[in-house]
């Protein structure tokens, strides 16, 4: 009986490695890859039903609604609005309201204004500007030449320093001979005639000078302020305050400008339609400078429990005026306003005070007959005469 074959190993085999890990023949998938390809998965087929619906719309076309509905709809509109205008433009209503014709007898009536008592204060404001004060000018004292200047042009100095001298030679008169002697040799000092810094000072030794000739100036450190003042604040500062009040801009607090002046134009300045000016000197102990702006608020008075008027129901603002009474004609119609002479007083430029020509309770024309009506433009109306006015 032979042998039973024994099983040889192949030495071609390779054997494993010693040190090579042991991999079961049937070993699961990583989860984190097998969730990443199922959601790879979920994509593609949600892309392939959205490219099916696609398809499967435009094989099927725009359908009924946007073929046929909606084309219909806008036409029926578009010839629903032509309609329309057709009606409107050349069928109108035959029963439009007609417009009311005037009714005879109808009669406008001019606004008025009673005369009442009150109180009124003459507060004047005007726009100024700080300046320094007028320069001193020097002169001198007496016709001759120039022996000796003691000070330089832009220095400060006293009232009364010596600034120079002159040396006048005088002829004496000749003696009973007829002889004439030497000529006497005087010295005059010329003084500073004000406190302040020279200006203009520019003598020299030997040079000749004038009586009273201008040889320069001294100029003061103090200021004022100076403002134009047109017609209608002059009439309303007939009666002339002695200080102001002063505002400068971005300065000191308000403070009170004294010796008020106001100086009519003259020469050439009048001849070219210069205004009056007001001038008021700044406290010594008020800072200021040259060129600041200023407000100056002058009070010329006030009165209380006196008859009062708009400015805008008289003609005239100042000692006289005229005020219009209204009246009635024999048929009821108004007549022409009756004209009527007033003594004026105060006004603030609203108001104004009425002393005789008419009685507490009389009703006058608002306004002026023919005067433009300042309430006309709601725009520029003033609240104070015109109340609230709205367009």
Known sequence: MPDAPQHVPNPSAAAPAPDAPHVPAHADPDPREARRHARRQQQLEALERKQL????RAAR?????RSWVLPSLKLLVAAAIAIALVKLAFFPDGDAAVAEEPVPGAMFEEPTVVLERGSIENAVSLEGTVVPVDAVPIRSSQTGVVARV???DGLEVTEGDVLYTVRVETQPEPDADGMVGDPVLTLWNVRAPATGTLTGLDLLPGQSVDLAGETGAVQPPQFRVQAAVGAAEQYRLTTQPDSATVTIDSGPAPFSCTDVAIRQPSGEAAAGGSTATLTCSVPDDVRVFVGLSATVELVAG??????????TAVLGSADAGIAYRPTTGPDGLPGEPEEVRLELGLSDGTVVEVRSGLAEG????????GAADPCADPMAADPAVCGEVFP
């Open 302 to 311: 006030a009165a209380e429990d006196v008859l009062l008027l708009p400015t």
């Open 150 to 152: 003691y000070v330089d």
């Open 362 to 369: 009389d009703a006058v024309l608002q306004f002026v007959p």
């Open 61 to 65: 076309g725009p359908g009924a609604w």
């Open 53 to 56: 619906h696609r398809a499967e």
